[in-house]
C-alpha cells in the first residue's frame, strides 16, 4: 500500500497569509494527487485533482504541485471559509490512501 | 444539481449485518464509478470500497474483504454497500462518492455504530 505523510498535522495561520500543506507519498505516485477540505460539520470539499487542477468553483487562492513522491496545496491568502481540515490522497493505485490530514486554524 | 444521500445506518450489534444506501440524482449515474469512503470517530478519511459505472469491477480495502459487497442499481441510480459480520472498528461515518475528476460530488455521510 502506498502510504501518505502529511505535514504538518496543525497548522495555525492568520487571515491573509499564504500557507503550504505538504504530502509525501511512500513511492512515486505519478501526480496522481488529490486535495480534499472537510469543514466541522462533515461536509467534504473537493480541492484539487491530478496535482494542480482545481475542482469547479474552486477559488483560485488555491493551487497545487510537485511530482515524484512530493506534493505541496498552497493558499495564497487566507479567508475565513478556508479554516478545515486538509486531506491529500493519492489514485496512482488501489487501496486509494489518504494523509492523515492538516487542521487549518485560526492563530 | 449532483446530489448524492445516504440512508440505512445507525446502531448494530458486532457481528451481524447493515445495508447503506446512497441515492444519486443531478447527473447520468451509470457513466460514473462510485465508492464508499469512511471515517471514524476523530480520525482521518479512509477509503472502503470502489464499483465500476457498470458494476462489473469491484475494489475493496483489506480490512472489508469478504465481509462487505459495494454493489448498484443504475435503473434506480442508487449505490449500495451490504456490510455483514460487523465489528466495533467499522464504527464510523460512511460516505459515498462519486469518481468524476477525483471525488468530486460526496454526501452528506451516515453514521454507522457497532456496539453491544
Known amino acids: 500500500d502506498i502510504q501518505m505523510t502529511q505535514s504538518p498535522s496543525s497548522l495555525p495561520a492568520s487571515l491573509g497569509e499564504r500557507v503550504t500543506i505538504s504530502c509525501r507519498a511512500s513511492q512515486g505516485i505519478s501526480n496522481n494527487l488529490n486535495w480534499y477540505q472537510q469543514k466541522p460539520d462533515g461536509t467534504i470539499k473537493p480541492l484539487i485533482y491530478?496535482?494542480?487542477n482545481l475542482q469547479s468553483g474552486v477559488p483560485s487562492r488555491f493551487s497545487g504541485s510537485g511530482s515524484g513522491t512530493d506534493y505541496s496545496l498552497t493558499i495564497s491568502s487566507l479567508e475565513p471559509e478556508d479554516f478545515a481540515m486538509y486531506y491529500c490522497q493519492q489514485d496512482a493505485s488501489f487501496p486509494y490512501t489518504f494523509g492523515a490530514g492538516t487542521k487549518l486554524e485560526l492563530k | 444539481e449532483v446530489q448524492l444521500v445516504e440512508s440505512g445506518g445507525g446502531l448494530v450489534q458486532p457481528g451481524r449485518s447493515m445495508k447503506l444506501s446512497c441515492a444519486a440524482s443531478g447527473f447520468t449515474f451509470n457513466n460514473y464509478d462510485m465508492a464508499w469512503v469512511c471515517q471514524a470517530p476523530k480520525k482521518g478519511l479512509e477509503w472502503v470500497a470502489t464499483i465500476s459505472y457498470d458494476g462489473s469491477s469491484t475494489y475493496y480495502r483489506d480490512s472489508v474483504k469478504g465481509r462487505f459487497t459495494i454493489s448498484r442499481d443504475n435503473a434506480k441510480s442508487t449505490l449500495y454497500l451490504q456490510m455483514d459480520s460487523l465489528r466495533s472498528e467499522d464504527t464510523a461515518t460512511y460516505y459515498c462518492?462519486?469518481?468524476?475528476?477525483?471525488?468530486?460530488?460526496w454526501g452528506q455521510g451516515v453514521m454507522v455504530t457497532v456496539s453491544s
Open positions: 462518492a462519486r469518481w468524476g475528476y477525483a471525488w468530486d460530488y
Open positions: 491530478y496535482t494542480s
